[in-house]
Every structure is written in C-alpha cells, then in structure tokens.
C-alpha cells in the first residue's frame, strides 16, 4: 500500500494514499468539526464545517473531501479556520428557527453542538427566513423544513442507502429546499418510510413522529436488540423512557444493517404498547373468556394436560412453537413437549 | 442462507433472484442488491411479477407461475451444451453428473420458452451470464418454496449453483432468505416433529440416549406429526390437546377452513398469544405473552447469525415466555430449573455439537454464524468450503411437476400471495402507524382483466376458490401479468388463505401459496 507523509498541527504522520485529511486527522486524535460528512455516505463537502488550512492552498479546504498529500502541511484549528467555522454557523442559524426548548431533536443536535462549541448564539445576519409549514401528514417523519441546512445527507442517504431516490434539492438559492418530486408532500412521493432520512438528519428537520413529545434525548435509555419482523437480522435500539419503549433509533454499530432499517423495524415497534395486548391468562367458560390468575390458568392446563396424556396416550398432544419467539422459548417449548409430554409432535411455522 | 448477507455489497459480481421481492419482504438485503447493482453487479429477476427490482434489473424474466423447474433446468441445458459448467467443480465436489445431463438435456430452449414464457434469447443470455460470472449468489424465498415441488424447486437452485461452481466461496452460494426473524432459530432449537436441536435425528439412538440422559427422562423414538397433519389429527381426533405459542395459524395457514375445523374438535387447547387472535377465539385458556422488547435471549437470522435480543421494558403480562413456559412445566411435575435465557442458551449449546461454541459472551458486539463447533471457532460465514455435509454434492435429476391446482373455464385466474413493504404477517395490523396508512388488502388485478370484468381501481371484489370466497379491495395495476391476481394475507377482513390452495409439498408439508385457481367478481 502507498503511503503518504504529511504534518498535522506540526506533528508528521504517515497513512495510506487516498485518506482524506478528515480521516488521517482522526487519526491523530484530533477532532474536525463536520455537518454534512457521514462516515457511510459519500463525501459532497457541502457544508464547509470542515474546513482547514492547507499551506500553500488558495482557499481553505474541506477535509471530508480531500485526500491527503505527499508534504501537506495542514492546520484544522488556525485562526483563519476557527473563523470561517463561526461565519458559517453564524449563516446556517440566521436562518434557523431558535426554538430550541422544544424542538424534538435538543441535546441530540449536531448544528446546537457546533454553536456551543463555536460560540455562536444569534446570528449577526439579519435576513428572510423561511416560513414552510411543517409537514405532518404521514405517521411516521415530520419534516420542519425550516430547520433543515441543506447539508444533504438524507438525499444521500435515501440514494446510496436504500436506493429510493425520493427526495433531492429543488429550487434556488435561498429558495433550495429538499423535496420530493414536484415538491409534494412524502404521501404522494414514492417514499418507502425506511427513516434513513431522519436517522442521519444532524438537526431538527427530520424526526420521529412517534417520538414527538415523549421525552428528552438524554432522559432516554438506548438498549441494542434485534428486529423481530423478517429473518434479516437487523439489529436497532429500543429507545425507553421510565419504564417505557416510545421509539427505535439506528444503532450504526449493528453488523448485518449498520444504520439501515426498514419501515417495520424502523416504526412498526408500536405494536407493543398496543392497548389490546393480553395482560392476564383468560380462562373460556361458558364459551366466554374470564380474566384468572397465572396460577390458576396453569394449574388447569396442568390438570387437562395430564388427563388427557393419561386417557389418549402422549401422541394426543401437539405443540405450535414460533419463528417469532426466541431461541430459548423454541429450545424450552420442544423440550416440554418431548421430556414432559412425550411425543415429538413440534413444530411451528417454517413450512407455513 | 449458505452465504452472508453482506456479501453482497462486497463480493457479489451478479445477483439472480427467484421467487424473492426483496425490498419489500426484506428491505434491508432488497436496499443492498439495489446498490450491489448500482455500483456495477448484474442483476438478474426471475418473477412473474413487475417487483421492485425488476425495474433495476438487467434481465427480468416473467416466468409463468410454477414453472421454475423448466426454466433451471433450461438454464442447465444451455450452459452443459456450450461446455460453460465448472467442469473442476463437477468433477471433484460433485456426483451424479450423468443423470443431471440426461435429464436436462430434454429442456431445450424451444420446449422451455413455451412453458415457461421466456423466451428463448433471454434464456441464452441469462445461461452465458450466470455460468461465467465468477462470483454470482443465487437468492430465493418463498416463491421456490411454497410450491407442491417446493423441494425439487430449491433442488434445482442447488443443481444450477453446484454444475457452475458458484459455491463455497464469498460471493456466491444458494441463498434462501427466510422469513420470520427467528425462523431459523426455531428450526436450530429443534421445534420440528424430528429433530432435536442442531438438527440431531429423534430417531438416531445415541442421540436420543444424550438427551434422555441430560433431560432425565425417556423420550419417543418416533418422528412426531408437521403442523398440517397436526390439524389433520385434530380434525380425525387423534390430537386432542395442542399448546401454540406465538402463532396464528388461522390467518397465516393455507385452507384456513380446515384449521378452523381441528381447532374446535380439541379437547383442550391452550394458545400463548399477544393478543386476541383468530386462533386464540378458540382457546380453553389464554396465557398473555410477553413481547421481543420484554425478553432476554436470541434470534438466528437467515445467514445462520445469532445475535442478542435484550430486555428494554419489563414483560406487560408479567412474565416472560420462558418463565411461562417453565411454570407450565413444573405444574406438569417436571421442574425445569433456569435462572435466566442464558442458561437455557448454555443448556442447549452443551447438547449441539453445531452450536457448542456459542455463549451470549461472544454474541456480545457482532452475533456468531453458526457452526461454530468450539469455543476457539470464529463461526462460519461461507458453507459448503471446501467440502458438502454429506461430502460429495448429489445433483438430482428433477422433471417438471406442474402445480396441484391451474385456473380453468369454472376457475380462470391464478392467484399467488404474499407479503408487502409495509406489513409483517400478523402483527404489523397492531401498529397504530402502519395500520393507519395501510389498512385493507390491495389486490393486484392486471389492467386488461380489470377492464373485462368491468373493475376499476378502488374497487371491492369477490374472489372465489373452491374453499372458499372472501372480498378484498382492487388495484388495478401492470405488476402482476394478465389472467394473475395477488393478494396479501395480512388483513383480518380480507383473510386470503381462506381460499388458498390445498396442495402441499409432499416432502416438506409446506403449502402452495404461490398457485390457486380463482374466480372475481365485482363484489
């Protein structure tokens, strides 16, 4: 592999041709700022977050973007590049709704951090601003157009991810806007509901309508599992708060889907607080079932199961397991019916 | 799954699909073939119907339904005449060569274009690609399956990817992608009528004596009965209890009249459910389960990937299923003593010489493909490597068996199901969302019948089988061919495997989901 020597902030490494300066600062422990960059997306250095100063370049440039260089000289954190990071900041919020306090995204917001970090609190820039209603006619994604900063990775992320294409930049200048064809609303759009778009949105813009109001990003608990609808294996995080799942976000650790889910894994997680979830054993009598006990119902099962085996010998019995249920719940099902009922009829849905 | 998913972004140079919509029955693999292709793979859709991918695809072939044999066979009979076969792998991996040969040798692309509705170009050319493409996967689901020659179906993928080579190596291989979450996992656990878990025959003797010893007990040395027979026993009232556990047959399950019948024969029948369910009506007793977000333990996915499913949220009916499932067992007078999923895991892993190398330790970060035999096994992405499980690969010699059931004069359309984008079987009509944008069936009804039964677009139908009639919603619409409608199974209202076939694959039990003879009327 060809290597390329360089100097970062005065210290000399070596990485492979092709590294870009983003990575090969990485490298070193030194932290670029970045907007629009996402690691499994192509790189458009569109926002310019990442800029730094390349010793005898003609204008800054964007690290996500370039490759490094034999003898490059790079400085990511120089005066003129702390610089250029506060006026873009200080562009993007001057038209960027400042409502904060109740915007979904606080505390998970990539744009707040950077002002944080950069100092910018109100921009020195006073202009148009947007006025889009918010789009809310689907269940899935709201979409505040006002808070978007044209960084572009949910247009990436709906090409190169899930290769849908539904939305691109339409319009001008300050009238560029991220849409669908014909700049209707997703309902109309061939849009899957995959959520990619949300899950790489780094501000507001894009969110999870069921998430809406049900709490705040660090009041949250994130506990990685694995889908339960198709046989992928996608792995995602349940999203609990105080006892209670309100959402599943990308986990971009999992190894089979990284941040891509689907439109079930992604928002059919609702069933579970479904309000006619089963939540005590019915026993039927008089062709109506009654709410009973755990003990109850297994004492009954306990005793028919038993008269029956008795009367019509093991091979009366049969169980269903589930493709849906666990490997242990399968191993503990066909286990009852061979070691405690005595016959090998199990099976479940594989042929079904 | 013989290979890994991932493979198909990195390794794969063709993908051919049959009998698989899979950005819709599963997104995420049908999302990276979409950019597998776009990137430079070819791409191959065998399927009667417009899918998705077959807009993305360099060959679609619109193959009549039930015609998959032929159109291998086909394949194999170009590819052996123009020598294109891997003649090294056939030659070491393989046997049987001969009768293959003579088998395939009367599929010529004339006789296989007119049962199959390809023509012959495209059978040439999609011959030529697939045998010289190094590393080519081969995909299907359940349209190769859920067929009365399901398992000559999927012999025939094997006989293709075996006479060229594309196995045992990253890239290529038969990939079966399969479908519920944990589909393989039930099968790997032993919830089949012969088999204990890692696939250990009931009928093998030292087998049985390993788990008589380890569960203390004697076990039956006979194979139990597959779920079909098991409504056929209820029905003749040999079965008279049955427990069913996360499952809803009377939806899900083709000649739902049937099952209907056997359930209310039983004596007693105890279902362990979410929620209310068709099936559950039937019960004596209900046991209120827990769901994926409320359990510790494992999924397997459908390339043999175990992976960690965790507790976010205590179980609503408060217990889990295991726990359930061991209350009822000790009720019974047989104790089962695990303190947790993990244990259950170690128990079974200790059983499974496929699985022994397992724990939920090395599941932790990235999950673990099975076999993965010992502790220092790094698992098995790729199968088939070097060697098959029975040594040498077997091609069969499989002929043309036509479905059990083709539209006539009284019956004149083919009905085929499946599943959509947006739904999962049973479960998804529970999503608040999902249910609120989708809530009815969508029949898929070509334009040009639409026009002759004076149907249009929105439309309520009837459609007809000789089990049964239900009324479902049309959309009028080119993906599906002339003289086919399809149908979901999804919906409670439209519950379309009241009217699906009855044929079933002899071998496998499985039902012909994918042909039925129909008849529509506007409801």
Not at chain 1, 89 to 113: F, I, Q, R, S
Not at chain 1, 170 to 195: M, Q, T
Not at chain 2, 289 to 312: C, H, I, L, P, Y
Request: overall charge negative; proline content about 5%; hydrophobic content about 35%.
């Amino acid at each position: 592999m060809e290597m390329v020597k360089l100097t970062i902030n005065g210290i000399e490494i070596e990485v492979p041709a092709g590294t870009t300066i983003l990575k090969a600062a990485e490298q070193m422990g030194i932290k670029i700022p970045t907007l629009c960059f996402l690691e499994e997306l192509s790189s458009v250095g569109a926002c310019r977050m990442c800029v730094v100063e390349v010793k005898g370049a003609r204008a800054l440039v964007a690290s996500c973007a370039a490759a490094v260089a034999p003898g490059m000289d790079v400085q990511t954190h120089s005066p003129a590049v702390m610089e250029a990071r506060k006026m873009m900041l200080d562009l993007l919020v001057a038209n960027h709704p400042l409502d904060c306090m109740t915007c979904e995204k606080m505390g998970d917001c990539n744009l707040a951090e950077l002002c944080y970090e950069y100092g910018v609190k109100e921009s020195i820039f006073k202009g148009d601003k947007h006025h889009y209603p918010i789009e809310m006619s689907n269940p899935f994604i709201v979409r505040d157009m006002n808070k978007c900063i044209l960084c572009g990775r949910c247009v990436r992320a709906c090409a190169e991810i899930t290769g849908q294409d539904t939305i691109d930049f339409i319009y001008r200048g300050f009238n560029s806007k991220v849409a669908p064809f014909y700049d209707e609303e997703l309902v109309e759009s061939n849009c899957v509901y995959c959520g990619q778009c949300v899950s790489v949105c780094p501000t507001g813009a894009l969110t999870e309508r069921q998430m809406a109001g049900q709490g705040r990003r660090w009041e949250i608990t994130k506990v990685k599992t694995t889908c339960p609808f198709c046989g992928t294996g996608c792995n995602f995080d349940l999203n609990v708060k105080d006892g209670k799942l309100i959402g599943v976000t990308s986990n971009s650790s999992a190894p089979v889907n990284g941040r891509a889910l689907c439109i079930k894994g992604r928002f059919g997680w609702d069933f579970v607080n479904n309000e006619n979830r089963l939540t005590t054993p019915l026993i039927k009598k008089d062709g109506k079932f009654v709410e009973t006990s755990w003990e109850e119902a297994l004492d009954l099962i306990a005793k028919s199961l038993k008269e029956i085996k008795e009367k019509n010998g093991p091979d009366s019995f049969a169980a269903l397991s589930s493709a849906r249920c666990t490997n242990e719940e399968n191993y503990l099902v066909q286990k009852f019916t061979r070691a405690v009922m005595g016959t090998n009829n199990v099976d479940h849905c594989a042929r079904t | 799954m013989t290979n890994s998913i991932n493979e198909i972004t990195t390794d794969a140079q063709l993908m051919m699909l049959i009998g698989t919509n899979t950005t819709e029955a599963h997104p995420i693999i049908g999302y990276k073939m979409r950019q597998a292709k776009r990137n430079g793979a070819k791409l191959i859709v065998v399927d009667p119907r417009r899918i998705d991918l077959a807009e993305e695809a360099d060959y679609w072939l619109r193959i009549n339904s039930g015609t998959d044999i032929p159109f291998l066979n086909g394949l194999m009979h170009i590819i052996i005449k123009e020598g294109l076969y891997d003649k090294n792998f056939v030659e070491t991996r393989c046997e049987n060569f001969e009768a293959l040969e003579s088998t395939v040798k009367n599929y010529t692309p004339d006789y296989v274009s007119k049962l199959t509705g390809i023509s012959e170009d495209d059978l040439y050319a999609v011959a030529r690609l697939y045998a010289t493409t190094d590393r080519a996967m081969l995909f299907y689901t359940l349209g190769i399956t859920e067929h009365i020659c399901g398992t000559q179906n999927v012999m025939s993928c094997a006989n293709l990817a075996m006479l060229t080579g594309h196995l045992g190596r990253p890239g290529t291989g038969v990939n079966p992608i399969r479908g519920q979450n944990n589909v393989q996992g039930a099968c790997d656990m032993g919830a089949l009528p012969n088999v204990y878990s890692g696939y250990q025959p009931v009928i093998n003797t030292d087998v049985r004596k390993k788990f008589e010893q380890a569960w203390g007990v004697s076990l039956p040395d006979k194979v139990g009965l597959m779920i079909p027979q098991m409504f056929d026993a209820a029905n003749s009232g040999e079965v008279k209890a049955m427990y069913i556990l996360g499952e809803n047959p009377v939806l899900t399950d083709p000649n739902s009249n049937h099952i209907r019948k056997g359930l209310e024969k039983l004596d007693f029948l105890v279902v362990h459910e979410l929620f209310l369910t068709e099936t559950a009506e039937y019960a004596d007793v209900i046991l209120p389960a827990a769901s994926f977000a409320e359990t510790n333990g494992t999924f397997t996915s459908t390339e043999r990937r175990v992976q960690r499913v965790r507790e976010a949220i205590k179980p609503v009916p408060g217990r889990a299923n295991w726990q359930a499932i061991m209350a009822m067992s000790d009720a019974m007078g047989y104790p089962m003593e695990y303190k947790d999923p993990e244990d259950v895991w170690n128990e079974m892993a200790s059983l499974s010489p496929s699985m022994a190398g397992i724990n939920y330790e090395r599941l932790e970060e990235k999950g673990m493909q099975w076999p993965c035999p010992s502790l220092e096994h790094p698992g098995t992405p790729c199968l088939h490597g070097t060697t098959f499980s029975r040594g040498k690969g077997l091609f069969q010699a499989i002929d043309h068996i036509p479905p059990h059931e083709m539209p006539d004069e009284e019956y004149p359309f083919l009905l085929n199901t499946g599943r959509i984008l947006q739904h999962y079987n049973v479960t998804t009509p529970y999503s608040m969302g999902i249910q609120s944008m989708w809530s009815e069936e969508n029949s898929e009804v070509n334009p040009d019948d639409a026009c002759k039964l004076g149907v249009e677009n929105g439309d309520m139908i009837k459609v007809t089988s000789r089990r049964g009639s239900i009324n479902a919603r049309a959309k009028v619409t080119d993906r599906v061919p002339p003289g086919m409608i399809w149908m979901s199974f999804h919906y409670t209202a439209s519950p379309t495997n009241a009217i699906t076939s009855d044929g079933l694959d002899p071998i496998t039990k499985t039902g012909e989901y994918k042909v039925a003879a129909v008849r529509i009327e506007k409801a």
